[in-house]
């Protein structure tokens, strides 16, 4: 069964410090995500990217966000300046013909 | 304004009963609309519609879409305990819409 990796699991950092997420997804597949969900709150879309670009992003994927795949493989969200709000589960998943999420990085901003 | 509205809101069913879940929705520049299952951690897909009418199965799971009148349903047949979870809809227009989620709640 292919899966979609996340790391790492958990992320405790403090207010205003830089994080990155990191995603391996399956390999054959060609559009990556990146959701939220903050607790007890609905999954919220964040970007999608293809062919090496963002192919669309929602509100608040502000200046603050970034993605990237450096090298082929993973494909990593990055978060600036950390708020307290950004503290949520994230998800990366991709796509093929069906969609696989990864097991999320639980972010905590202190 | 784009939106994506589930219900019921939450349902507890016995088991072997059988659940319809409804996803309306109003989205500019629809592309398809996705069920997934959400339990502890992250969704899994279940479905993807892109056609009216047609229906998709997988064991005791089906779902369609009627592109006019702007809905979707999912079928659970015979439900069992493991399918007590949360079951999004998502649509994908100009960006993924998240629905709020049927909270499903089978008790033996």
């Known amino acids: 069964e292919p899966e979609v990796t996340q790391t790492p699991s958990h992320q405790v950092t403090q207010m205003g410090q830089e994080v990155i997420l990191r995603c391996v997804p399956i390999s054959n597949h060609l559009y990556f995500y990146w959701y939220r969900q903050i607790l007890g709150q609905k999954v919220e879309f964040l970007v999608s990217?293809?062919?090496?670009?963002?192919?669309?992003k929602s509100e608040i994927f502000d200046d603050q966000f970034s993605v990237e795949r450096p090298d082929g493989s993973n494909f990593t969200l990055k978060i600036r300046s950390t708020k307290l709000e950004d503290s949520a589960m994230y998800f990366c998943?991709?796509?093929?013909?069906?969609?696989?999420f990864g097991p999320g990085t639980r972010l905590l901003v202190l | 304004e784009d939106k994506v509205v589930q219900s019921p809101l939450s349902l507890v069913v016995h088991e072997g009963d059988t659940v319809t879940l409804n996803c309306s929705y109003e989205v500019t520049n629809f592309r398809s609309l996705l069920w997934y299952k959400q339990e502890k951690k992250a969704p899994t897909f279940l479905f993807m519609l892109t056609s009216s009418g047609i229906e998709k199965k997988s064991g005791r799971l089906s779902s369609i879409l009627d592109k006019k009148e702007l809905f979707s349903i999912l079928n659970i047949t015979a439900t069992q305990t493991g399918d007590s979870a949360i079951y999004l809809c998502v649509n994908t227009g100009n960006q993924f819409y998240f629905g709020t989620g049927t909270s499903l709640t089978v008790i033996p």
């Open positions: 990217f293809y062919n090496n670009e963002i192919s669309e």
């Open positions: 998943a991709s796509l093929f013909e069906t969609q696989y």
